[in-house]
């Protein structure tokens, strides 16, 4: 069986580990949102497909919910010191090795995509990750002030400037990075995980024959809502969605993605059990489960539940 999953960061890595405990001989993909990396002091950062990469081997940090374990921070202090970098945006020693390997490597002359694919024999991950694209399409913020780096937005300010709209420049000029558009046509089942709609799945759709080729596939398509009772589960996906006239809802999350068999992209849609009476819930294609993934097996219950549906079972 050939699964591909789209994802962002935390909600995506626990959604990946829980698919591949739920389908261990599955054959799964994961596109993975490239729209919040960065350049930071002449290092490149992938922030989602770190923490998805991470979270697979089995060396991320659970309590922080981002990050290596064990980690240490002296470069960052000693980068502090010395005024560089952003203060407010801390590389543990661990992580700053990935940032490293990665920069050197792309400065020798390999893509992302292949940067990912060189990163991931390091670990039995269990999955093909591949950037959504080699194209650098970073996220910005438009707020009243003037437009930020995602990150600065994210991390610095903590999503607390109102964004007037995101946007993802040289996005039209962009393409799929090599594998993403087969992985896709090919697969059996292709599921959105439960990341923040508008700045982790968002970008991965704006990425041109993207969204087209999801819209196309032979396979089952399945999302997960990551909003659970008119609250986000992580991050700050409301202030997202209510910047892009979307309000924090299961169902309109749902309809943002839109159905299938009426021009958009899901079969099927997961939602909450605190959702299951929710004003406008369509129940031939939004469909109740348990969506916490509080632990693994709550995780790999969620992940077989949407293979289950974009198979049609």
């Known amino acids: 069986m050939r699964i591909t999953v789209l994802a962002g960061g935390v909600g995506g890595a626990k959604f990946v580990r829980g698919l591949r405990a739920a389908a261990p001989d599955a054959d799964i993909t994961v596109v993975v949102n490239t729209g919040d990396d960065l350049w ?9 497909l770190d923490s998805i990469l991470y979270a697979l081997a ?37 992580d700053l090795g990935t940032h490293l390997a990665r920069t050197g490597w792309l400065r020798e002359g ?11 024999r390091r670990w039995p991950l269990g999955v093909r990750l591949i950037p959504m694209t080699n194209d650098e399409v970073d996220t910005h913020v438009e707020v009243e002030t003037g437009t930020l780096h995602f990150q600065e937005w994210w991390t610095r300010h903590r999503a607390r400037l109102r964004p007037l709209g995101f946007s993802n420049p040289g996005m039209d000029q962009a393409g799929p990075a090599p594998g993403v558009l087969e992985s896709i046509g090919e697969a059996d089942a292709v599921l959105l995980a439960p990341s923040n709609p508008v700045v982790s799945v968002g970008p991965i ?16 398509t399945a999302g997960v809502s990551p909003i659970i009772a008119g609250s986000v ?18 169902v309109a999350v749902g ?21 299951r009476d929710a004003p406008g ?4 294609w939004m469909h109740v489960r348990p969506l916490w993934m509080s632990e693994p ?3 790999s219950a969620l992940a077989l539940d949407a293979l289950e549906l974009a198979l049609g079972r």
Not at 66 to 73: K, M, N
Not at 110 to 120: F, N, Y
Not at 205 to 220: F, Q
């Open 40 to 48: 930071l002091s002449g290092v490149r950062l992938q922030p989602d």
């Open 58 to 94: 089995g060396v991320n940090d659970e309590e922080r919910g981002w990050g290596r374990v064990g980690e240490s921070e002296r470069v960052s202090a000693e980068m502090q010191a010395w005024g560089a970098g952003w203060p407010w945006f801390t590389l543990g020693d661990l």
């Open 110 to 120: 390999l893509t992302p995509a292949e940067v990912a694919e060189r990163l991931s």
């Open 205 to 220: 759709l704006a990425v041109p024959g993207i969204a087209d080729a999801v819209r196309g596939t032979r396979a089952g």
């Open 233 to 250: 589960v992580r991050g700050m996906a409301d202030v997202c969605l209510e910047a892009i006239g979307v309000d924090s809802t299961a």
């Open 255 to 275: 309809r943002h993605f839109g159905r299938r068999a009426d021009g958009g992209l899901l079969d099927a849609w997961l939602v909450g059990e605190e959702d």
């Open 281 to 284: 819930t369509a129940p031939e």
């Open 297 to 299: 097996g709550l995780a």
